[in-house]
């Protein structure tokens, strides 16, 4: 829907930023509808439109008949690197650890709302400070404006109670609500059942004498008789009407874990206030979007805030957004935001659910303290506790001046102290310091003295509340339990990526079809949520199926053999690769036949050894079974480590999260093989023998045939699932034949000779001259050489990697290695890791190249 709407949740809050200011300023007894429609006709994004859009309100009614005694002063305050910046644009807030909006008359606070990254009490009053006069600046343009432009107030008539109707209902009512008052044993509800009864027993004395002008203001005028008692009595006595001291919090109860199969729970009550925190967690791409015209276009923490009427013992109907539901949930989601792991240590989407089950006063406090406990029980690692409270404020004016005369400051407030008394004051923080702050008062303005004094019984109340929290939960849980949630984070190549999702995303929904896991794919990062261990294990294996997972040498591997040949047999394994099972690694007797041994469907645990000259798979079955003979060494498939599956980012507990580094090792076809030095003298896996192997099958076959062989184009030399079949020029048959591409893994051309330990395997054939590669080819190779670069006539210096009967195997660099023949009737000293001046002299029908020493020319 691209046309507007009903308010989201930006436009709600943006009205309470202004509404909250200007109400208090409205004559007692005006009960007239005002309506003020702020618009946004344009905007360049780099100022919060809601400050301007508050103070255009107060210079619109100034500019009206309506009576109001404005103006306000509304303004924005930011701090970067300890300086306070004065209405700082979305670049600074971004910097900045304090997000205060201010609103104030000349001499008095009208509203405070504050996000702040536990900013210590000291400075909060310095930032106030500093902002109220620079918003009493945007006052006095508005009264000229007023008076240029502005319309005269009109007289509306007041809806006041007469002094004789409130005399008279204060005489019938006032000794049996004072009775109630001082009754510390009446909880909230039997407290309002009990005033009820008051009401309507004053009210069948007024209907025995019919006075119908007191019956009609009778709730308003039962309703300023309570308040009148109940401040009397704080101010005079020091009294509460539940008995408590001024400072003293109420009765605590702290319960984390309460619905164990959920990602995270927490029941906190107060008193008879009581608050039903969870937590779910979800992939990044769960986060929110938002659409607005300022701000980040995503929100990854969010916290619902419900107020049912059940709460309050009321029948009433559920609709859509409810301002002071979003305001209240908002202001406990600034609170905790500033706990919160980074978005780079913890990327999940998290959301909490705050459901009220009972309210007597401050259910947006008891929803921080609940949030925190539920986020620690979900094991999110957040930095420490965040706890609120509220803190209210009865006060005596002179009606002449308008001054306070006496105060006194309420620590926990009431449900009803919060009605009948002047302010509402919500500060929530941590030990070391705020992190938010949202005030609303009922009287034209509160002087900020009295408001920065509040800030010290606050700041003990809460840390009395943070003791409780710790005692119940002080650290992130660690969920061993197969039932807790999982959520982890894999890494794979965007190519690997796309073969999962499929299609229109059609492999990615069935995974989550039948899985029941939920899957997100970003750049390089595939997040996986599970409802418990189970659905993880089965999500990954639907993943390792289309994917494959890394694959390390050493590694054992379950593998179904997918077609038998003279020369091995080929197994499907880790998800569809392929590998090839030569018949020399079937048993570590001699094998005449591979149908002996294996057949197509068995079955069968396998080790991976490595690579051979083609850069396909070799696999092992051997390795895992005892060698004969030998009772004192176990078997290798005892040594060898167990088959690795890529270490995942899992979120199941704070020990559950992974630092996220990407492995190094060298990969075999995107598979991961291990750079472990101790494997290569291993049975299992020795580069050393695979190199020599071909070579001594170019040996025999230059031999034999006294000739070089012919330069092959690539097309010829590639390879068909199907065995190849003899040319009269090649009497030998190649070995191995492999398939270039099976089941998405990709190998190397066939005729691929060199043994590389780079990631990425040369598959053009070495052989004959490449164009545009060298312009020195008689001279000294001076750079690096690789696959592609190397030609016949090259001069390099190269390292002697192994000593063998009939030559040498030699390091020519970049993980290229290469062979010299030694003359037939010659041989030298030679040792491991000497430095020769050799020269490609020509390349074996494998496409190793073959080398001669200079000094021999």
């Known amino acids: ?499 999962l999702v499929g299609l229109h995303g059609s492999l990615k929904k069935k995974i989550e079809q039948e899985t029941g896991a939920r899957i997100s794919v970003s750049d390089g990062t595939l997040t996986i949520v599970a409802k418990n261990q189970t659905v993880m294990e089965k999500a990954q294996e639907k993943v390792d199926f289309i994917i494959g997972r890394e694959i390390e040498v050493g590694g054992t591997y379950k593998g179904v053999v997918s077609s038998v040949k003279e020369y091995g047999a080929f197994v499907e394994f880790n998800g569809g690769q392929q590998g090839l099972l030569h018949i020399s690694e079937l048993s570590h007797e001699q094998v005449s036949r591979v149908s002996d041994v294996v057949s197509v469907g068995q079955e069968l645990s396998l080790m991976c050894i490595g690579q051979d000259v083609r850069g396909n798979i070799k696999l092992s079955l051997k390795a895992t079974l005892p060698q004969p003979g030998s009772e004192s060494k176990n078997s290798i498939a005892g040594k060898s480590a167990a088959p690795i599956r890529q270490t995942p980012n899992v979120w199941a507990s704070v020990a559950g999260i992974s630092d996220s580094k990407e492995d190094q090792n060298p990969v075999i076809n995107g598979s991961q093989i291990s750079k472990n030095e101790d494997q290569v003298n291993s049975t299992a896996y020795s580069s050393t023998s695979i190199v020599i192997r071909s070579a001594a099958e170019c040996d025999e076959r230059d031999s034999s045939t006294g000739q070089t062989f012919p330069q092959k184009n690539e097309k010829s030399m590639r390879y068909s699932p199907r065995p190849k079949k003899v040319l009269e020029s090649d009497p030998t048959p190649e070995p191995f034949p492999m398939p270039e591409n099976v089941n998405g893994c990709n190998f190397p051309n066939s005729n691929m000779g060199l043994f590389s330990h780079n990631k990425a395997m040369n598959s053009t054939p070495l052989m004959g001259k490449q164009k545009g590669v060298n312009d020195k080819p008689n001279g000294l190779h001076e750079g690096g050489i690789s696959a592609k670069s190397l030609k016949l006539g090259d001069r390099l210096t190269a390292k002697v990697y192994q000593l063998r009967a009939h030559g040498l195997v030699l390091e020519l660099g970049s993980g290229i290695r290469g062979m010299y023949r030694f003359e037939t009737n010659g041989t030298r000293d030679f040792e491991v890791g000497e430095e020769l001046l050799v020269k490609c002299s020509s390349f074996s029908t494998k496409g190793i190249p073959v080398m001669s020493l200079l000094e021999d020319e």
Not at 391 to 420: A, F, K, N, Q
Not at 423 to 451: E, N
């Open 1 to 499: 829907m691209r046309r507007e709407g009903a308010p989201k949740e930006r436009e709600l809050l943006c009205g309470r930023i202004i509404d909250r200011p200007i109400r208090p300023l409205f004559p007692a007894g005006f009960y007239n509808e005002v309506q003020v429609m702020a618009s946004v006709l344009s905007s360049d994004g780099k100022q919060d439109p809601d400050v301007m859009a508050a103070n255009a309100t107060s210079a619109a009614l100034m500019l009206s008949d309506i009576p109001w005694d404005g103006p306000i002063g509304v303004i924005r305050i930011g701090r970067i690197y300890g300086e306070f910046v004065v209405n700082p644009s979305m670049d600074e807030l971004s910097l900045s650890d304090l997000n205060l909006v201010y609103a104030c008359t000349r001499d008095r606070t009208l509203m405070i709302d504050v996000q702040a990254r536990e900013i210590s009490e000291r400075d909060l009053e310095a930032a106030l400070r500093l902002a109220h006069p620079e918003a009493v600046k945007y006052i006095e343009p508005q009264i000229r404006l007023a008076g240029k432009a502005g319309k005269s107030k009109k007289e509306y008539k007041l809806s006041m109670i007469t002094d004789r109707i409130l005399e008279k209902v204060k005489s019938l009512a006032e000794s049996p609500i004072e009775a109630v008052f001082t009754d510390p044993k009446y909880g909230k509800f039997e407290r309002g059942e009990a005033l009820d009864k008051i009401t309507q027993d004053v009210k069948k004395i007024l209907e025995e004498e019919c006075d119908e002008e007191s019956l009609k203001v009778l709730p308003k005028a039962v309703d300023t008789v309570r308040k009148k008692i109940v401040r009397r009595r704080i101010i005079e006595k020091g009294l509460r009407v539940d008995g408590r001291r001024l400072d003293e919090v109420r009765p605590l109860y702290c319960e984390s874990s309460h619905l164990p199969i959920l990602h995270g729970s927490a029941l906190f009550s107060r008193g008879d206030t009581q608050v039903l925190c969870t937590v779910t967690l979800g992939a990044p791409g769960d986060a929110q979007r938002l659409d607005s015209l300022v701000g980040p276009p995503t929100k990854r923490f969010m916290l619902h805030y419900s107020f049912p009427p059940f709460s309050i013992n009321e029948v009433g109907k559920r609709g859509g957004l409810n301002r002071r539901e979003v305001g209240h949930g908002t202001l406990a989601e600034k609170a905790l935001l500033a706990v919160l792991p980074p978005e780079d240590d913890f990327p999940y989407t998290v959301r909490v659910n705050s459901e009220v089950m009972a309210s007597d006063g401050s259910t947006s406090m008891a929803t921080v303290c609940g949030g925190s406990m539920a986020l620690m029980d979900a094991g999110i690692p957040l930095r420490e506790h965040v706890a609120g409270v509220s803190v209210g404020l009865v006060s005596e004016v002179d009606p002449s001046t308008g001054m306070t005369t006496d105060y006194r400051i309420l620590t926990d407030i009431l449900g009803l102290e919060d009605h009948l008394g002047d302010m509402d004051f919500k500060i929530a923080g941590t030990r070391k310091g705020v992190t938010a702050i949202q005030l609303d008062i009922k009287p034209a303005g509160i002087p900020l003295d009295i408001i920065c004094e509040c800030l010290d019984p606050a700041l003990k109340g809460r840390l009395q509340i943070l003791d409780h929290m710790e005692r119940e939960i002080d650290a992130p849980r660690t969920q061993d339990n197969r039932n807790a949630p999982r959520l982890a984070t894999l890494k794979f190549s965007n190519e690997s990526l796309r073969r």
